[in-house]
């Protein structure tokens, strides 16, 4: 059974610091996303990794993938609070999504 | 990017009725609908594979009998909550690749299912 684990699963960020949410997976993938989910609303993407070493960035958030470690780490520069929301990471086994807990993220001033 | 529409968005139903959750792609064809469902504070669970013109497959410990998917064209995956309970409320959420091989699924803006 495919498990996927997200660490932390609470993560408070004060403003204008570096934070980084880890993403571990047990099985074969070299397919991984990184979603993002506010409250009462469904899933926004951010990052889809489709390879070893792949490193994607966009604004504030950076997601890398090894894996031969089998994680994938979504890191997070300078916060701000409208990155304030919850970040699942998921693996692709034949195109199913198999999700991690979540990282619910509340950024302070 | 591909568009994924859900309806309705919220609903509030009965205990022992049925209610029927539409998942449509709107400007792309798919073959293939997921069904994931969200329980408050937890995660998405995968709840069944829905294939245009062939029967769903569920995962494991999903009941096909209560939950009937219908996949009737490339826009459109029904999924039908036959006698829901309380404890099936739940947030419903359906996604779909925009062609055969994409690995970026689209997902629709979920439903919110409230059983009293």
């Known amino acids: 059974e495919l498990k996927v684990e997200q660490n932390p699963l609470f993560l408070s960020m004060q403003e204008g610091k570096n934070y980084t949410i880890y993403c571990n997976y047990s099985?074969?993938?070299?397919?991984l996303y990184w979603y993002r989910q506010d409250p009462g609303k469904s899933l926004e993407s951010l990052f889809v990794l489709l390879s070893n070493g792949a490193v994607k960035q966009e604004g504030r958030l950076m997601a890398s993938l090894d894996t031969k470690a089998r994680l994938s780490t979504l890191h997070i520069t300078a916060a701000v609070h409208d990155l304030s929301a919850t970040y699942f990471c998921a693996v692709d086994t034949d195109y199913k999504l198999s999700f991690g807990a979540g990282t619910t993220v509340t950024v302070r001033a | 990017g591909a568009v994924v529409s859900q309806h309705p968005s919220r609903v509030i139903c009965k205990s022992g009725t049925s209610v029927k959750i539409e998942c449509r792609s709107l400007d792309f064809q798919a073959t293939t609908m997921f069904w994931y469902r969200q329980f408050p504070k937890q995660s998405l669970m995968l709840m069944a594979t829905s294939n245009e013109g062939s029967k769903a497959t569920y995962e494991q410990g999903v009941e096909k009998d209560k939950f009937l998917i219908n996949h009737a064209s490339l826009t459109l995956s029904t999924l039908t909550v036959t006698s829901a309970h309380p404890e099936d409320s739940s947030f419903y959420i359906c996604s779909a690749p925009d062609s055969p091989n994409s690995y970026e699924q689209y997902f629709g803006p979920g439903t919110r299912l409230t059983v009293t």
């Open positions: 099985t074969t993938s070299d397919r």
